[in-house]
């Protein structure tokens, strides 16, 4: 039996969308506690901004983030401010 090696981690550089916007959600830790919803919610941003998702608000439904200390529309307030932060 062989192993195989892990698969690669694809770093992106920091003025890559996809980086600005992890990095922007991930600054919502006291608002989403949970790393993991934050990283679904993330990726669901992320295929927002490629336009596979129509609003911001459908991301935030599609993510679910549970660990969510607001309701889902101040969750939308916050998700948008930070996106317009960071140039999205």
């Known amino acids: 039996m062989t192993t195989k090696k892990p698969a690669d ?25 949970v790393d993991n919803d934050r990283n679904r919610l993330s ?3 992320n295929l927002y901004v490629n336009k596979e998702i129509t ?15 607001v309701d889902f529309r101040k969750l939308e307030e916050l998700v948008t401010k ?7």
């Open 55 to 69: 609003s911001v608000a459908e991301a935030i439904q599609q993510a679910q983030p549970k660990s969510s200390t």
């Open 43 to 45: 990726f669901c941003l």
């Open 9 to 33: 981690v694809e770093y992106f550089s920091d003025d890559k969308p996809v980086k600005r916007i992890y990095t922007g959600i991930d600054e919502l830790k006291d608002v989403i506690p």
């Open 82 to 88: 930070k996106l317009k932060e960071k140039g999205l």
